[in-house]
Structure formats: C-alpha cells, structure tokens
C-alpha cells in the first residue's frame, strides 16, 4: 500500500476536482460522509483548488438553497427521466452543483431510506442516476464547458461512475473512488445492470458482477483509476477477513492504489476556546473551567451533581458495530466503580430500549436522549470526564478527536481510525508525553470493563489525568494535512490521461 504522498509538485491552482456524493453538511447528513464532503472540498479551495460538489437535489437540500439558478438541462433516456442541474454554494463557500430530478429526489424522508426507515425501492436508479450524471460531467458530452481532471466519487452512491466513465466517448477525467464505510456496499439484482444503461459486457468481475448480483461499490473499486479509504489503519484491515467484507481480494490485488488517508475535523466548529453550546469556554490552559460544563451537563440530563464521580459519554449511532451492545452488558458494574454513563443516540430498537430500561433502573447515575441533539452533543463532548468508543470497527470515527480537542481523553477498542488517532495511556507514553486515551484489542465486554476500570484508576490521578487531556488538545486533527495528500494523490491522477 503506498503512501500518499508525492514527489512532484502539485501547482493547486490547476487541480479541477468533481466531487460526487450523496451528503454534504449541513445540507444532508447521516453521518461522516456529510461531514467529509463538506470539510475536504473546503481545505482544497483553500490551497487554490478549483473544487465542486455535485449533490443530489433532495427536497431539504433545494430548501436550503433558494437562490440556486439553473446551468444545464440532462436530457431523459430510456433508463433515467430528465434532470436539471443548479449552481449554488455550500456555506463554506465551495461552489455546488445540485442534481434536480424530482421523480427521484423530491420526497420526504433521508437520503436513502423513508420515513419509516425503509429503504428506497428505486435506491439503484437514485444513485445510478448520480453516478451516470457525475460521469457525464467528466466527459466530453458534459453539458458545462468546466471539466474535472478528476472525479472523486464516495461510497456506493456514486460507485457507478468510474465504469460509466469507462465506456464515455472520448477524452475523460480520472477516477478517484473513497471507501467511508466497505459495510455499505449497494448490492442489488443484476436485472438492473440494463436499467441502469450498462452494457451486458459490463456484467463481469472486472466490472459490476459481484457474486452473481450487481455492486456499486465493487465496480467503484474495480474500475477508478486509484481507491482511498479514511484511515491507514483501516486500509489494512479491509484487505483481509473479516473487515473486507467479501472485497479483500480485490482490494489487496489493488494494493499499490490504495491509500489510507485519515479524516480530519473541523477545528473551527469543535473548538471548546469559542464553542457556542458549552456552558464555559476554555482550552488547555484553563481546564479548571471544565467542570462547569460538567455540572451543566449533570444538571441538563437528571444526573447526580457529584464532581468526585467520573462522568463516561457516549455520542453514536446505537449499533452492534460501535460496540455498545458489550456497554450495555457491563454498564450495571461500570456504574458501580462508581461512574455515571450519558448517552445519545439512536439506532437498533434492542439497544435503544436496553439503555433505556438502564436509565430507568438508575435514577441520577445513567441518563439516555434517543435521537440527535447538536448543542447536547457539544455540551456532552466538554462536560463528560471521558468519551467511550468500544467499536468492532470504524473506518475512521471523528468523536475520538472531538474528545481529545476537548480534553475528555476517549476509550476505545483499537481499531481503524481509533488505533491511528488514540495513543494508549501507559508509563512509556505518559512519559515522552503522546498518551491521549484507552485502548483495549480484545473483542469483548470484559476487556472494555477493564480498560474503562483502568481509565477511572487514572482519572483519580489528578496530575496524571490533566497530563492525559493537555496532550489530546495539543494534537493537530485539522484537514490541512490530509487535503494535501489528496491534492498529491488528485496531481498524480492528472498526470496519467
């Protein structure tokens, strides 16, 4: 696997990068995708790229958006209606193209799924559409007299692109795929590979053909010119079972494309020096201000205004995959230590009722909000003592260096982007002073029981546990640095057509 660095050098200013998702926040968002898509494209204009988003006209997108005017008309075809395309820009400033196609995108629900949760019936046109429209933008039949040297797609949604590209007229830009999550693969029936304008011969394992069904993702990973995920870490660990998810061979044939790039965070918004949702602001030198947050956070969720306990956090989709079904099962004797738990959150109905039943049980000691709240988020990630991320996987994660941003030092199980932005606390590290947090290997509720055991030893160390939180708040977790290695990577690309 290469690093992706590069020895050339990269003039910004000529970079033109498409960049194709399904998410941008705040316009949509599930999760770290829209967060991605937002930032990333932001530190690239920053550096001069010459950066757009292309994002699909949701009803809440276009509401958010009045002032869009429209640049192009795509014409229907026997296998997608017509569309129009808009400009606009992101608050950050990055220009915008939006997908209007209402048979497809004017409804209520999220991005994929209904009110319900259910998914899409037509997700496959949804996004076959995306992608078809993100590779159209890349060739020479695009609509618009601006051209990508590249388009960057994310995920499954636009996986298509690079095999639409494929088989373009013409000349065409670079294709630059991103794994956020490989669990998410858009795996649907292979009757769709006509409905959605690809030739039979595209029907292969070097193109869509994925154990006889049709990928999105597998054709994304087969046919773009170079793959990155989130993390180093991560990189490695989808080349082989179990986190390849039926793709490792594929991905460690690709190995020498395949980049690990970490996420960064915005460090504008998640700065407790400025932060509007916190009940007092502070930073690394005025960590004693901390503890209003503290009991703010006590006083906001039913808790036990107790400052000699230590307050443990979760902020997290409630799934198997995040590890929480192992909190549950030791949260009886983490509270016993004696801790207190916060948690927020929503997701699996088993684990949202479990952490309910557990509040219920323990008036004062464990509080639980089902749903998503900003401010609270923000107010749990500057009151709580430490953040917990027991995760079975996690490509990258971006609370771990919220907490550390905000001296709530994480535990987490040392996995993807966990193991590569969490430094475990021990002698050696508390001594050449790199230890930010808990990690624990094992994949189990015991080994998180004993980590969480040995974080709240450390935390009655006062000296010890303001050393802990003063080294996370000094680490650099911004985009710059990984903007770059994507500028590289982009350069390299458009050398190559």
């Excluded at 033109?16 to 399904?22: K, N, P, V, W």
């Excluded at 950050?92 to 259910?118: A, F, H, I, K, T």
């Excluded at 500028?487 to 050398?495: E, V």
């Amino acid at each position: 696997m290469p690093h992706p660095s590069s020895d050339i050098a990269v003039d910004h200013g000529k970079l033109r990068i498409l960049f194709a998702t399904s998410e941008c926040a705040p316009l949509a968002k599930t999760g770290g995708l829209g967060d991605v898509s937002a930032a990333l494209p932001a530190a690239l204009k920053q550096f001069g790229a010459d950066v757009r988003i292309l994002l699909p006209g949701y009803r809440s997108v276009l509401a958010q958006l009045p002032d869009c005017r429209e640049i192009a008309h795509v014409p229907g075809s026997p296998v997608f209606p017509p569309a129009r395309l808009l400009q606009g820009e992101t608050p950050s400033g990055v220009p915008l193209y939006v997908l209007v196609c209402p048979p497809l995108y004017d409804r209520g629900g999220g991005p994929y799924q209904d009110e319900s949760g259910s998914d899409w019936p037509d997700n496959a046109q949804r996004f076959g559409l995306l992608s078809q429209v993100a590779a159209l933008l890349g060739s020479a039949g695009s609509p618009l007299e601006w051209r990508p040297g590249v388009v960057h797609c994310n995920d499954w949604q636009t996986g298509l692109a690079p095999i639409y590209l494929r088989y373009a007229e013409g000349a065409r830009a670079a294709t630059l795929q991103t794994i956020h999550n490989l669990a998410f693969q858009g795996i649907f029936e292979p009757e769709l590979v006509a409905a959605l304008g690809l030739p039979p011969e595209s029907f292969t394992p070097e193109g869509v053909e994925y154990y006889g069904k049709l990928s999105f993702l597998k054709s994304g990973l087969q046919c773009a010119d170079a793959i990155t995920t989130v993390s180093p870490h991560y990189a490695l660990e989808i080349q082989s079972e179990p986190l390849g998810f039926g793709l490792q061979g594929l991905l460690s044939a690709r190995r020498d494309s395949l980049y690990g790039i970490l996420n960064g965070i915005d460090t504008s918004l998640w700065n407790p020096a400025s932060d509007p949702s916190i009940a007092c602001r502070y930073d690394a030198g005025t960590l004693d201000a901390k503890d209003a947050n503290k009991r703010e956070l006590q006083r906001r969720l039913g808790l036990a205004p107790s400052p000699s306990v230590p307050l443990l956090a979760v902020v997290s989709r409630l799934a198997s995959q995040k590890g929480l079904d192992w909190l549950l099962e030791i949260a009886p004797q983490v509270l016993a230590l004696p801790a207190q738990l916060a948690i927020l959150g929503s997701g699996e109905a088993q684990l949202e009722s479990g952490f309910r039943a557990l509040a219920l049980s323990h008036p004062g000691q464990a509080s639980v909000t089902v749903g998503f709240d900003e401010s609270l988020a923000h107010l749990i990630e500057a009151g709580a003592d430490a953040f917990l991320m027991p995760s079975r996987f996690e490509p990258c994660g971006m609370n771990q260096m919220y907490s550390q941003r905000y001296g709530t030092p994480p535990i987490a199980r040392a996995t993807g982007g966990l193991a590569d932005t969490v430094v475990d606390c021990n002698p050696a590290t508390l001594a050449d002073g790199s230890a930010s947090g808990f990690l624990f290997h094992e994949e189990s509720a015991q080994a998180l029981l004993a980590t969480v055991g040995r974080a709240a030893t450390t935390w009655r160390d006062k000296a010890k546990w303001r050393m802990l939180q003063r080294n996370g708040m000094a680490r650099d977790f911004g985009w710059e640095a990984s903007a770059l290695r994507y500028a590289a990577i982009y350069a390299r690309l458009a050398m190559k057509l």
